[in-house]
């Protein structure tokens, strides 16, 4: 029996196995097909040092053999019903989720159950994917010169926590990754009481609950928490800046990140507050998102001084995340020039800011929000990654409601507050400078 049920309108369901696996029943029926995932509560963040990498190392020998699955069988089961698979692992989480016909849903959540307990690791499976992850490392982040200098930018920026570590890992401890460090990681972490099963689709809550109860119910709890990891510290070092010249780099490149609050925590461990944080995704939006965009119109248009901008934040994150600005220079202007301009300029957003601006940007996001819905399977990841992240069923869709009652006012003080130079990281990308021949 299942317990802590919790049902919302007709087509959306929790509930919780005796075991502490959550499951989460999105229904959907227009057609006869269902995605079914398990996110794990586990990622990049919780590894310890020296083994970085090794949440998304396992997540590949994940689908190698079980003792009723040998290793490769996986891959050509599901293809053989249909159906069409995947994986990512980030700092937080990690999931798996299979996209297949109604009628193959039960044999989907036979061989997730299966690999969940009785995966089996041989010393050649192992030493398969080591190679394979640290070819993926090389055409990833070591040969690609943007990605070298992102991956030495967001260390400065998150200093010395661990989402300054890129997930794939540091190359140097993924070299050192052992089948004991992934079976240990397995064993601790690959528990129902860690997990959350999701069914999206052509599948009422009954069908679900019946077939989470056969497969997933008689697994046992693990009853070991993931590591805690701390909040971020308050920031006290003033501003940083990253300088890095590239051979590879054709055009030079201008990155200023800031710290900012996530749906789920504040700034330096401080209580979440969503209404601020939608505010500041919205304002930045309006900064950089567009050719009617405030920093747009003030370096593109009118100054000339860039030929691309934008601005992005990341506020689904357990711990505070970031926003992040990007500024191409024109043709022969000086990069730092172009980041003195962007600095002149942004105290005018506030003045530029109108009520009408504001309520047409909530009408387009709340818009992309709605229609995002529509896709049953993106819908699911959406909550899932909200539910695993400790958010609250009902919460999710109260920010729909929360975005109507965002003002000018609001948007002003959480640009104010966060978008401040004493508090940015500042990265250059730039070519080599070629020394003059002599004459």
Known sequence: MSACTTVRQDHLHLFTLN????VLVVEDHRA?????????????????????????????????GTEKVPSGEYDRTVKRLGGV???????????????AAKANLEKVVELEADRMVNLRLTPEDVATELKV????????????????????????????????????????????????????????????????????????????????????GPLQPQGVHAPVIAPLPAWTDGPQTVTV?????????????????SFFQG????????????????????????????????????????????????PSMRFEGFAQLYLQPATAQDPQAVLAA????????????TPEKLAAEITTWRAQQVFGRDNVADYAEGLAHWLILGGALEEYDQLLEIAKTVTVADVQAAVAKYIVPAQATTGFLLPVVKADKAA
């Open 19 to 22: 075991n502490g696996m959550r």
């Open 32 to 64: 006869e097909v269902v995605t079914h995932a398990v996110w794990h509560g586990i990622g990049s963040a919780h590894e310890k040092p020296g083994k970085t990498g090794l949440a998304h190392f396992f997540e590949h020998l994940m689908f190698k």
């Open 85 to 99: 698979f995947n994986a990512f692992t980030s700092y937080d989480m990690t999931a798996y989720y299979v996209t």
């Open 133 to 216: 992850i640290l070819e993926e490392r090389s055409y990833r982040i070591d040969n690609d010169p943007t990605e070298r200098f992102m991956e030495k930018f967001n260390h400065a920026h998150y200093r010395n926590h661990p989402y300054g570590i890129e997930v794939i890992g540091w190359r140097q401890d993924m070299e050192g990754l052992t089948r004991e460090d992934a079976l240990a990681w397995y064993k601790d972490y690959y528990a129902p009481d860690h997990a959350l099963a999701v069914f999206a689709g052509a599948v009422t809550v009954e069908e679900a609950r019946a077939l989470a109860e056969k497969y997933y």
């Open 245 to 261: 010249h590239d051979a590879e780099v054709k055009v030079p490149a201008v990155y200023v990140r800031y710290r900012t609050p």
């Open 267 to 314: 700034v330096a461990g401080a209580k979440p507050n969503r209404k601020e944080a939608l505010a500041l995704s919205l304002g930045l939006d309006l900064l950089a998102d567009g050719t009617r965009s405030y920093l747009y119109q003030q370096l593109v248009t009118d100054r000339r001084v860039v030929d691309r901008v934008s601005f992005g934040m990341m």
């Open 342 to 353: 962007y600095q002149e300029v942004l105290p005018g957003f506030a003045a530029w800011l």
